[in-house]
C-alpha cells in the first residue's frame, strides 16, 4: 500500500527551499518561479505614489515633557491620526538610531547563518516562542511570499536563538525601548478616546501584554512586479511599531489608494492593529498594509507587535458603547482565542459582527 502511495504522481509542489534567501543565492536566476506569482492581486489595486496628504507625524518627546497645552495637542494630533489614518511617525523617541542599526546588524548575521542552523528555529505554530521560515502562513497559503521572518516572544517572557553573538542582548534592549515609546503611546491615545491614562493599560492586562518581535528579510528580487513580500493584511496587537534598513518596500491602505511609506532613520513607524480597534470599538482602526519587493536591494524590516496578555478577554471598551449607535461591534474573546482563530482563516466571520473581508496574519 505504501510503496503504491508514494507512486502516484504527486501535485506541482515548491522545491524544498527552507528561505527565499537560499533560493536567490544558489539560482541567481533572472526570473521568478511561478509559484511566487502575485500579478494579478497586484494589478487589482489603484497604486498611489507618495501621499500629497503625509502619514501624520508624532513628537513623542511632548508627551512626554511638553507644557500641557503641548500634551493636549498633542493628543489631539494623535486622535487625528488614529481615525484618519490608522498610522504614524514617531519622531525624539528613545529607541535610538545605533540601537536600531545594531538590531538590523544582528538579525543580517541571524539570516546569513548556515540553513542547517536556522533549520533548528523553525517552528510551526502560531504559539511557538521562536519561529523562523518562508512565506506568510505556510499551513494555508496557496503561493508563496517573497519574505523569510525570524518571529521571537520578546515579552512577557524573553526568548531569542542563542546565537548571533550579542544577538539576544540587542534584542532585548531593543524590545524594551519599543514597549516604553507603546506605553507612553496607550496612555495618551486612552486619554484621547476619553478614557483615564491607564485605561488600556489596564484593560489589556499590558504587564503581562504579548509583544512579539518579527523580522523581515526581503532579498532582491529579479521580477518585482511579479511578487509579494507580504501581501495586505492587518496586524493582530493594539499597536506595532516598524522600522527597516533604508530600503523601502512598505505601503499602507489609506482611502482606498495605497501609499508608500518612507521610514527615515530615526523615526518608528506605528500602525493601529486589531485590539485597538476592538477596544475602541471601531474608532480607531486597524490599518491594511502590505510590503513589496524591489530589484535592487536586500530589504529588512523589524516589526514589534504589543498585544494585551493572551489570557485577557478583550472587548469594546463599556464606556464607548452604549446607545443604540454605538453597539459592540466586536465579539469577545482572549487575544489567545484571536490568534488561533485567525491561523484556522475562520476569524473574520467571529471578529466583527458584520461580513467584513477576510485578514490574514
Ligand atoms: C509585518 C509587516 C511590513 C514590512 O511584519 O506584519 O507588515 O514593511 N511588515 O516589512
Ligand atoms: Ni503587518
Not at 546588524?105 to 542552523?117: H, T
Amino acid at each position: 500500500m505504501a510503496s503504491a502511495m508514494s507512486m502516484k504522481a504527486s501535485p506541482v509542489h515548491p522545491p524544498k527551499i527552507t528561505t527565499v534567501k537560499a533560493l536567490v543565492e544558489s539560482t541567481g536566476s533572472s526570473s521568478i518561479p511561478s509559484f511566487y506569482n502575485f500579478t494579478p492581486y497586484l494589478r487589482d489595486e489603484p497604486i498611489a505614489g507618495d501621499a500629497e496628504d503625509p502619514v501624520p507625524i508624532i513628537d513623542i518627546s511632548l508627551l512626554v515633557s511638553g507644557t500641557p497645552e503641548q500634551q493636549s495637542q498633542t493628543i489631539h494630533q494623535l486622535s487625528k491620526a488614529c481615525s484618519d489614518w490608522g498610522c504614524f511617525l514617531v519622531i525624539n523617541h528613545d529607541v535610538t538610531e545605533s540601537l536600531t542599526k545594531a538590531m538590523i546588524a544582528s538579525f543580517q548575521e541571524f539570516f546569513d547563518l548556515p540553513e542547517e542552523e536556522k533549520k533548528e528555529y523553525q517552528g510551526n505554530h502560531v504559539m511557538d516562542p521562536i519561529r523562523c521560515g518562508t512565506g506568510f502562513n505556510p499551513s494555508m497559503d496557496k503561493a508563496n511570499y517573497w519574505r523569510d521572518f525570524l518571529k521571537c516572544f520578546a515579552h512577557p517572557e524573553f526568548h531569542t536563538p542563542n546565537k548571533p553573538a550579542g544577538f539576544s542582548e540587542i534584542a532585548l534592549e531593543f524590545s524594551k525601548r519599543n514597549r516604553e515609546v507603546v506605553t507612553v503611546l496607550l496612555k495618551a491615545i486612552s486619554k484621547s478616546l476619553g478614557l483615564e491614562e491607564s485605561y488600556i493599560n489596564k484593560a489589556a492586562n499590558f504587564e503581562l501584554g504579548l509583544q512579539l518581535l518579527a523580522a523581515n528579510y526581503y532579498p532582491a528580487c529579479p521580477e518585482p512586479e511579479k511578487a509579494i513580500g507580504i501581501p495586505a493584511h492587518y496586524d493582530h496587537g493594539l499597536l506595532t511599531t516598524l522600522v527597516n534598513n533604508g530600503v523601502s518596500g512598505l505601503q499602507v491602505k489609506h482611502k482606498e489608494k495605497w501609499f508608500n511609506v518612507n521610514i527615515p532613520a530615526n523615526v518608528l513607524f506605528v500602525q493601529v492593529a486589531d485590539h485597538l480597534e476592538i477596544l475602541s470599538n471601531g474608532k480607531y482602526k486597524s490599518i491594511a498594509h502590505r510590503a513589496l519587493v524591489n530589484n535592487k536591494a536586500t530589504r529588512m524590516s523589524i516589526a514589534l507587535a504589543h498585544g494585551p496578555a493572551l489570557d485577557t478577554v478583550m472587548m469594546p471598551a463599556p464606556e464607548l458603547v452604549g446607545n443604540e449607535s454605538d453597539q459592540p461591534a466586536y465579539v469577545e474573546m482572549t487575544y489567545r482565542e484571536f490568534l488561533e482563530l485567525q491561523q484556522t482563516g475562520r476569524l473574520s466571520s467571529k471578529f466583527r459582527s458584520d461580513t467584513e473581508q477576510s485578514k490574514a496574519v
